[in-house]
C-alpha cells in the first residue's frame, strides 16, 4: 500500500493544527512583548531616576521603549529554537552510531 493511500484523519486536521499553532505563537509572542516592555520601562524609569539629564531627550527613550522589547522578543525565540534543537529527538537519532 502507498503512504499517500494511506489516511491519517480528517484532510483538515493539519490546516486545524497549523492555525492552532499560528495562535499559540502569537500569544505567546504577545506575552513575550508585554514582559519585555514593561521589563524596559522599568529598566529606562531606573536609568532616567539615576540620570535625570536623560528624561529631557524623549525621542531616544521613546526609541528604547519600542525597540528593546522587539529585539528581546526576536533573541527569545532565538533562544527557543537553540534549546529546541538540542533537545529535539532528531538530533539524538542523528548522534547514535548507525549499525
Known amino acids: 500500500m502507498n503512504i499517500r493511500e494511506q489516511s491519517f484523519g480528517s484532510r483538515w486536521r493539519p490546516i486545524a493544527m497549523l492555525a492552532v499553532s499560528i495562535t499559540a505563537a502569537a500569544l505567546v509572542t504577545a506575552t513575550m512583548i508585554v514582559a519585555n516592555g514593561s521589563i524596559t520601562l522599568f529598566c529606562v524609569y531606573?536609568?532616567?531616576?539615576?540620570?535625570?539629564?536623560?528624561?529631557?531627550?524623549?525621542?531616544?527613550?521613546?526609541?528604547?521603549?519600542?525597540?528593546?522589547?522587539?529585539?528581546?522578543?526576536?533573541?527569545?525565540?532565538?533562544?527557543?529554537?537553540?534549546?529546541?534543537?538540542?533537545l529535539s529527538k532528531e538530533r539524538y537519532a542523528r548522534m547514535q552510531p548507525k549499525q
Open 46 to 86: 531606573w536609568f532616567v531616576e539615576k540620570n535625570p539629564d536623560w528624561a529631557e531627550r524623549r525621542s531616544i527613550i521613546q526609541f528604547v521603549l519600542f525597540t528593546v522589547p522587539m529585539i528581546m522578543v526576536v533573541a527569545e525565540w532565538i533562544l527557543w529554537d537553540v534549546i529546541r534543537g538540542h
